[in-house]
């Protein structure tokens, strides 16, 4: 297995890192991305993680790629704000739209050329679900009618089975979300999109794992990584900017 790194948006201030784990064969391609807002700091740490985890080969890609991009929006992380504009809300929304923000442009550009199969958006909002259903926290969200809800339904059965606070337990949201990357991959390439949500009342390390736990589950849906494979969460290694 490969892990290469390259850069979106050389020679632009908003120049980002993003990394690619190769297997042995070309097919699926699964895409993760974080830090589409700057202030949702878990989900980033947890993409950083995934990259370190390939990286020392703890993590292995049987077949296919992985590309992660761990920070799109550095301009926001660096203030540790949601951004401004809301980059989620800046991707096209149709095949002849184009993104309305050259950073969201360039992600998008980035996920044509290599049409993930999957794509799984990290983030983090308020709220424990659970609690209370108007609230984002702890959920799993996809658009209506994407051929990935089965493996979201999987998901959160199986996560939720590995939780004990039942508070904390994880929640199934289907709805669009137009100028969003989630719903900009489903619409337009076709992808099994879904954007992760942890909450952010919860410590950090335990969001953290759940976001990694997370994907793992979701790269073992799609066939990247054998499915008897152990859970690389428990120890997280953080790294303060």
């Given at each position: 297995?490969?892990?290469?790194q390259?850069?979106?948006?050389?020679?632009?201030?908003?120049?980002?890192?993003?990394?690619?784990?190769?297997?042995?064969?070309?097919?699926p391609?699964?895409?993760v991305?974080?830090?589409?807002?700057?202030k949702?700091?878990?989900?980033?740490?947890?993409?950083?993680?995934?990259?370190?985890?390939?990286?020392?080969?703890?993590?292995?890609?049987?077949?296919?790629?992985?590309?992660?991009?761990?920070?799109?929006?550095q301009?926001?992380?660096r203030?540790?704000?949601r951004g401004?504009?809301?980059?989620?809300?800046?991707?096209?929304?149709?095949?002849?739209?184009?993104?309305?923000?050259?950073?969201?442009?360039?992600?998008?550009?980035?996920?044509q050329k290599?049409?993930?199969?999957w794509?799984?958006?990290?983030?983090?909002a308020?709220?424990l679900?659970?609690?209370?259903?108007?609230?984002?926290?702890?959920?799993?969200?996809?658009?209506k009618?994407?051929?990935?809800?089965?493996?979201v339904?999987?998901?959160?059965?199986?996560?939720?089975?590995?939780?004990?606070?039942?508070?904390?337990?994880?929640?199934?949201?289907?709805?669009?979300?137009?100028?969003?990357?989630?719903?900009?991959?489903?619409?337009?390439l076709?992808?099994?999109?879904?954007?992760?949500?942890?909450?952010?009342s919860?410590?950090?390390?335990?969001?953290?794992?759940?976001h990694?736990?997370?994907?793992?589950?979701?790269?073992?849906e799609?066939?990247l990584?054998?499915a008897?494979?152990?859970?690389?969460?428990?120890?997280?290694?953080?790294?303060?900017?």
């Open positions: 297995m490969q892990v290469k390259y850069m979106l948006g050389k020679g632009y201030s908003w120049v980002t890192p993003y990394y690619i784990a190769t297997g042995r064969q070309g097919d391609h699964v895409m991305v974080a830090g589409i807002h700057g949702e700091i878990a989900s980033i740490r947890a993409a950083e993680e995934l990259v370190r985890l390939l990286k020392q080969q703890k993590l292995h890609i049987s077949h296919g790629k992985l590309i992660i991009l761990p920070v799109v929006n301009k926001a992380y203030k540790r704000i401004i504009p809301d980059l989620n809300r800046t991707f096209p929304r149709t095949k002849k739209q184009a993104a309305s923000n050259p950073l969201s442009a360039a992600v998008f550009q980035l996920t290599y049409h993930p199969k794509y799984l958006d990290l983030h983090e308020n709220g679900s659970q609690k209370d259903p108007k609230v984002l926290g702890q959920t799993l969200i996809s658009d009618g994407n051929p990935v809800v089965p493996a339904r999987r998901t959160i059965k199986r996560m939720n089975h590995s939780i004990k606070n039942t508070d904390r337990h994880f929640n199934i949201r289907l709805h669009e979300l137009p100028g969003s990357s989630r719903t900009a991959a489903a619409r337009i076709g992808a099994r999109a879904v954007t992760v949500e942890t909450c952010w919860l410590p950090k390390k335990v969001r953290i794992k759940y990694l736990e997370i994907v793992q589950h979701f790269l073992r799609a066939g990584v054998k008897n494979g152990v859970y690389l969460s428990a120890k997280v290694k953080t790294v303060t900017p």
